[in-house]
């Protein structure tokens, strides 16, 4: 048998024509959004004041197992896909493993990770309704510039609500958005009445992701042709990102690769949704015996501790209620934690899965995270995203095991993302100032201490 | 006919295994490097002191046209390569050109450069002559990032002698190079004699990159099995770029792609040396008209303003004497200018190729590049490294000329690089605050002031 190349890139007559909506595959679905005013399911209605009609149609879709992808999205994917399913030959032999290890690689397009394959899909279809502008938060800034780049493309205006740490600490994230167009406005800032709140109560505040979400959502509500869009958790962006798992399951079928075990980080879920998306109908139909692995820091456990229960998407509690593995909107993971995945909750298709035994999760520490990233950059040459690296360490972990067992199991990871703006992690690492943490019991109280009293 | 994909990507087994040796198709050779001392052509055995003997060897080989790519090379290669050669619809479509538009795109691996081809090279042969460790200079940090990838990869102890000032405003790229094992010491050190010398009359000296290169070739001559390499304008390392035209033209000749211009951004010469190594053969021997375009910063203009003379590779005035387009190694372009192509001469293959008049040059101003970068970014979704948007400039110009006259030509340009690490560039010109500078005559006469006096 030919050996199976470093890099697998599909042509472009393979790549996916349809996203793979996970719902229509499922026994059990997740339980639907609630307002919280009325603890009734949301309308489309309700949620079409919010996001974009077609998106909340796709929100809403629970039958059709596979979506087209419009034309004008596969004409952007065109541009940086399809991403390489590579073959990781010299980990392999650096851990001296029988295992074979292919990871997914998302890190090649600018904004240098998967966060791009929703935003293009996002505001397309703003376009297509009409939409002028469009608002979101950012945090680290991964989807703040994916969000820009689609903008640019679309010729429609946005707004970035960025921490305002975040923008001082990140000027180069800014500069980034800033080139592709976009506005950033450090959050709290004095254009929202939420902001003002904020700034009046605590002026010398460096803002928080909730703060943010919050100014972005009343800008989206109070201006004509204008909605606020989201990156991660919700069902359509896991759709989207199943444009992952759809090119990675041709490429397998291409070169009769059959992983064993599936491994990706997940932080509100929605990489992994997307990768899992190809393979999971046949786990759940019990035709496949994949071995399913979500990873997470042990710094924000929100699968392997968290409770299984109705909770707020944002720390502000404006939200709609998904039932979802959550430690709490009030939880907020230490400082000294460096890479992503810091969202208390979970994408609550990922956490039904997980809830039904269909998949299972992982906490490592980042510590160990870093260590591998590293491990990984010096044999295979590229470096990862922090929030990545969770994904790596474990496949590292499952390869180590097949080296003792002497089993040749196909290991497949999702590697979403490239470090280039991780580099302040990365030079606490190399000087050997990070640290662990690990939340103690009493910490994990705090947390769900603020989950809503709702009884359904 | 069937539309071209937007990317091509060669499989594996249509990746080259020779690199062309442009020397072996040239009617007349690049005068030969000159001892400073005897004013007699560098023996092999002087430069085998600094250099390792396979990339002599390489460096004086003027009649084979293909030279093997070893395997153990390859297979570093296969990590990050075959590039894509990137139709850019995007483009075409904003500038409503008849022109074709290509560019080959060398940023997807972690240095975001073409360096790495070959830093991959330079450090297979030296562990392979038995060194175990390596010195060199960086400015901006590409070539550093690139060889500590492959001293990693390698296993070979690196050092990176760079530029004081440029380690402390680039602590990123210095963390990068620590992540892959390299050990970074800002210039001047306290570690040669070169060092302590410029410390002892000048403490407070934020450094240079002639500096670093004393400091980083003191160091290799004085340590045992250890030599200093460097990432440009020398023949061998054109050699190794050769990589870049070999798989384009494979792919051009697979997809029936016939350019008409080729076009590259020139600082010491090597990428563009690289690109058009297949091509301009024909070109020589009459059988090909394509046009070939190098393309300088006016601030920094050697091949447009420089004259043809032998002169120091560094400003230390410390390397064999050679004959190149040179602005003379005391000119330094403004502190204003921002996006590499800072170097004084111009590789002797390409210098020679100039003179002889196979290919023309066009200088550019650096807010012209950072327009065309900008729109890039927008339309084609890659953020340029600003050196890459050179020669991307000057593909707009030739694209907006078909416009005008109706040709409908095949435009190929290289795309070198990612711009993630010039971002402090890319805020200047958000804020406006970015300017041009084109060097006076009188400017010019300082630089040409320092070229050695020798007759030859």
Chains 1, 2 share one sequence.
Not at 218 to 225: F, G, K, R
Not at 233 to 238: A, I, K, N, W
Request: net charge negative.
């Amino acid at each position: 048998m030919t050996k199976t190349p470093y890099k697998i890139y599909l042509n472009e007559d393979e790549m996916p024509k349809t996203w793979h909506n996970i719902k229509a595959v499922m026994k059990e679905l997740p339980s639907p959004f609630i307002h919280p005013a009325t603890l009734k399911p949301c309308s489309a209605d309700e949620l079409n004041q919010v996001f974009c009609s077609e998106l909340v149609e796709q929100e809403l879709n629970t039958t059709d197992e596979y979506i087209e992808i419009p034309e004008g999205i596969r004409e952007f994917y065109k541009m940086y896909r399809p991403s390489p399913l590579v073959r990781a030959y010299c980990l392999e032999r650096l851990l001296d493993t029988p295992a074979e290890i292919y990871y997914k690689f998302e890190g090649t397009n600018t904004s240098g990770s998967h966060k791009l394959n929703s935003a293009a899909a996002q505001v397309y279809y703003a376009q297509k309704q009409g939409l002028t502008s469009l608002t979101t938060e950012t945090g680290a800034g991964q989807w703040g510039t994916a969000l820009a780049m689609a903008c640019a493309y679309y010729n429609i205006d946005l707004s970035v609500y960025m921490v305002k740490v975040s923008a001082e600490q990140k000027p180069y994230r800014k500069a980034v958005i800033e080139t592709y167009g976009g506005k950033v406005i450090p959050s709290p800032s004095n254009t929202t009445a939420a902001g003002k709140k904020i700034l009046a109560e605590n002026p010398d505040t460096g803002g928080s992701l909730g703060c943010a979400i919050s100014e972005a959502m009343e800008v989206a509500m109070q201006t004509d042709n204008c909605r606020y869009v989201l990156g991660s958790v919700l069902d359509h962006v896991l759709l989207h990102q199943s444009v992952i798992g759809e090119e990675t399951k041709t490429a397998c079928d291409k070169y009769d690769i059959q992983p064993d075990i599936i491994i990706g980080c997940a932080g509100g879920g929605s990489n992994y949704g997307g990768l899992i998306a190809p393979f999971i109908g046949d786990k759940i139909n019990g035709t496949s015996n994949i071995e399913f692995i979500a990873v997470e820091p042990v710094s924000c456990p929100s699968l392997t501790r968290g409770k299984y229960a109705f909770d707020f998407g944002d720390t502000g509690q404006t939200t709609p209620l998904m039932k979802m593995y959550t430690l709490g909107s009030g939880f907020m993971p230490s400082p000294n934690h460096a890479g992503g995945l810091r969202y208390h909750g979970m994408s609550p298709i990922i956490s039904k899965l997980y809830d039904d035994g269909y998949l299972s999760a992982r906490a490592v520490e980042q510590t160990k995270v870093f260590d591998a990233a590293t491990m990984f950059a010096r044999c295979e040459g590229t470096l990862p995203a922090p929030e990545s690296a969770h994904a790596l360490q474990v496949a590292i972990e499952e390869a180590l095991k097949c080296k003792e067992t002497g089993e040749k199991k196909t290991i497949l990871f999702g590697l979403t993302g490239t470090g280039y703006f991780d580099l302040s992690a990365y030079m606490s690492y190399n000087e050997g100032s990070m640290t662990d943490y690990v939340p103690t019991d009493e910490d994990l109280e705090k947390g769900f201490a603020s989950l809503p009293k709702v009884e359904l």
